[in-house]
């Protein structure tokens, strides 16, 4: 079974805006539209078996967000269940909360029992959020209580008012030794924070990180499967997209083509077979979402 863990509501169910691509600071290899149509993303999941999809609580201190993928949390999570009502046996919905939003323990009742979601996206960077604060403790104490797995941004953003120390991996074991039943996802190996992300992972049995979006970036992609190979932690390694920044198919298709770099020199290989198994993991029964 193949498990992207690593997906964006797609906002508008017909034509998306027109409004364009994401640029060269996040594809530096080619344009890609920032939405997709509901049938688009489908389309684009077809190799996949299951997929888990979300967005991101727009921060309630701030008039206007400059994002697509980010706004009210209420509308985040309507759009979330909606998308995974329409297509039930593929997806699988996260909800997404602003910590400083006081209601946000009430909208994590309300997505989950009222909606099905059934695990956490936050962004502390985006979101501008201390994730060692209290506000955001709360938010990961009720998480452990309910089950629900937490998928992090993690790593860098060209996004030039997202804090990079919100997003620095190093913050998740403070997290993970308050809430050691939690289980938590680093999105991107936090790239390019991929040596700190795997330090993050092998001491915590709970704590993994995805793939997604690394690449096309192929000196930084190689580096970071040969030190989860050293550290022993490419079991920790979940497979994921981040679809529409990039698809499930040119993932997939880039596990097999890590080692290139390494042609013609003397270079020492990521081993095939643990890249493989990356894209077979049970990264549901992991999760608890079995
Ligand atoms: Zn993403």
Redesign the pocket.
């Known amino acids: 079974m193949i498990v992207d863990v690593?997906t964006?509501t797609p906002r508008h169910r017909e034509a998306a805006p027109a409004d364009g691509a994401v640029n060269a600071a996040w594809r530096p290899d080619q344009a890609r539209p920032t939405s997709l149509t509901w049938a688009e993303q489908m389309a684009a999941l077809e190799r996949v078996d299951r997929a888990i999809v979300f967005n991101i609580a727009a921060d309630p201190r701030v008039e206007n967000e400059p994002w697509d993928l980010m706004y009210a949390a209420r509308e985040v999570n309507d759009d979330t269940a909606a998308f995974v009502r329409a297509y039930p046996d593929k997806l699988i919905g996260f909800l997404s909360v602003h910590p400083h939003d006081p209601g946000a323990l009430v909208e994590m009742e309300r997505a989950t029992q009222e909606l099905g979601l059934r695990g956490v996206k936050l962004g502390p960077n985006y979101q501008n959020f201390d994730p060692l604060g209290p506000e955001a403790f709360l938010v990961f104490r009720r998480a452990e209580e309910l089950g629900l797995p937490i998928l992090f941004?993690q790593g860098t953003s060209p996004n030039r008012f997202a804090d990079l120390d919100y997003a620095h991996p190093r913050h998740i074991d403070r997290v993970a030794m308050a809430f050691p039943e939690l289980r938590m996802i680093l999105?991107h190996m936090a790239h390019p924070w991929q040596a700190d992300c795997i330090a993050v992972i092998r001491k915590h049995p709970h704590v993994y990180a995805d793939i997604?979006?690394q690449f096309y970036r192929p000196w930084s992609y190689y580096n970071a499967f040969r030190l989860a190979h050293e550290w022993g932690v490419m079991g920790k390694l979940l497979f994921g997209s981040?679809l529409p920044?990039a698809t499930p198919n040119e993932t997939m298709d880039a596990l097999g083509t890590v080692n290139a770099i390494t042609e013609g020199t003397a270079l020492p290989r990521v081993p095939e077979r643990e890249m493989e198994a990356i894209l077979h993991r049970d990264s549901l029964r992991l999760l608890g979402l079995a």
Request: aromatic share 0%.
């Open positions: 690593h964006h941004h999105a997604s979006a981040d920044i």
